[in-house]
């Protein structure tokens, strides 16, 4: 069973996005993409709302924001999530982030028209 961050690895061709990305294993190809392998992984090892959220925050090197991000996680799809993290480490591995990398995934985020802003609910 290959990791989540391996899976994520295989997520860009020549530095962009590629949704098609097909994996071949042995003699026979995996007709599954990266976004179904990463989806059937977490169901699969019953990675909980928590744990993305811990992985996000580590990633970014926010701990101090680990509340936001599980927020983040329980609004909107952890999958897309995780592809915005491996972008967010892969441009900061090039040296390409002048902010810090928790403003630079949430400028992903706000691209993709992901939910980023959240109201606290009024006590009636």
Known sequence: MEKIGNIINSYTVNGKYNKSIHTVNS???DSKTVDEKIADLLKEENIKPEGVAQMLAEGLSDLNSLGYYLLLVKNNNPEILLKALYLTKETD???K???????YFLGILKNWKVQTKFRK???K
């Open 27 to 29: 003699s026979t190809v």
């Open 93 to 95: 591995s090039l040296g």
């Open 97 to 103: 982030i002048k902010t810090k990398k928790a403003i």
């Open 121 to 123: 609910e009024s006590e």
